[in-house]
C-alpha cells in the first residue's frame, strides 16, 4: 500500500507546530522540508512523541545540520543530489544511525542515483522543477521516471515529491510510486484532514 506523508515548509517553529497539528493522531510519517540553513527549532521538534520526522535538506552542505536533526529525532534525512556538496561523506556519516534517502531532481537521468542504492532507503523522485516551494506545476515527465526505476529496482522505495495532487496520485501510484509526499495540496486548504482522508482512501 501506498504510504501518504504530508510536507511542510516552516517559516519558523510556530509553523511548523500548527501544520504539525493539524494532521496529528491523523499520519505517523511527516517529512519536513529545509530550505533555509539558518532555520533552528531551539526546543527541538514539537509533538515528537506523535510523529516519526523524516527531514528534507534542501541546502548546500547539509553537514552542517546533521548532528542538531540526528539530536532532534529524525528518522531519516534526504539529500539532493546536485544541490548537496559533500553527498557521500553525509552519507556515510548516517549509516547505522537513521534512515537516508536521495532526492533525484526532475531532470536528471536515472542512473546517477545507482552508485547510492546499496546505502541508501529510498530514493525520491521530485515532482517539479524549482525545489524548496510548494505549490509548483507537476512536470509529467515524472511518470515515466517513476515507472522506468520500478521496472529496473522492483524492491526500491520510491517517493515522489512535489506536484502530488488528487489528479495525479493515482497515476503515480500506478507507476510505481510506493511513497507520495504530499504539501501544497492538504496544507493550502480549508480541511487538511479531510484532504489526507482522501489521499488515503484512493482505490487502486
Known amino acids: 500500500m501506498t504510504e501518504i506523508v504530508p510536507a511542510i515548509l516552516p517559516k519558523n517553529f510556530a509553523d511548523l507546530q500548527e501544520k504539525l497539528s493539524l494532521v496529528r493522531g491523523l499520519v505517523r510519517l511527516v517529512q519536513i522540508d529545509i530550505v533555509d540553513d539558518k532555520l533552528e527549532f531551539k526546543d527541538g521538534l514539537p509533538f515528537w512523541e506523535d510523529f516519526d520526522f523524516e527531514i528534507d535538506l534542501m541546502i548546500e552542505e547539509p553537514e552542517n ?53 546499496e546505502k541508501i532507503d529510498v530514493v525520491q523522485v521530485m515532482g517539479i522543477k524549482k525545489i524548496g516551494f510548494q505549490g509548483e506545476s507537476f512536470e509529467e515527465t515524472t511518470m515515466d521516471k517513476v515507472a522506468i526505476l520500478r521496472e529496473k529496482y522492483p524492491r526500491l522505495a520510491i517517493s515522489v515529491d512535489g506536484g502530488v495532487n488528487l489528479n495525479n496520485a493515482l497515476q503515480l501510484i500506478k507507476a510505481g510510486a510506493s511513497r507520495l509526499v504530499v504539501g501544497s495540496t492538504i496544507f493550502g ?9 482522501k489521499f488515503k482512501t484512493l482505490k487502486y
Not at 189 to 197: F, R, S
Open 189 to 197: 486548504g480549508d480541511n487538511p484532514a479531510a484532504i489526507l482522508e
Open 65 to 117: 545540520k546533521l548532528d542538531y536533526f540526528i539530536n532532534a529525532g529524525a528518522r531519516r534525512i534526504i539529500f539532493h543530489l546536485g544541490v548537496t556538496k559533500n553527498l557521500e561523506s553525509s552519507i556515510e556519516k548516517l549509516s547505522g544511525i537513521i534512515d537516508v534517502g536521495i532526492a533525484l531532481d526532475w531532470a536528471m537521468p536515472i542512473n546517477v542515483v545507482e552508485q547510492f542504492l
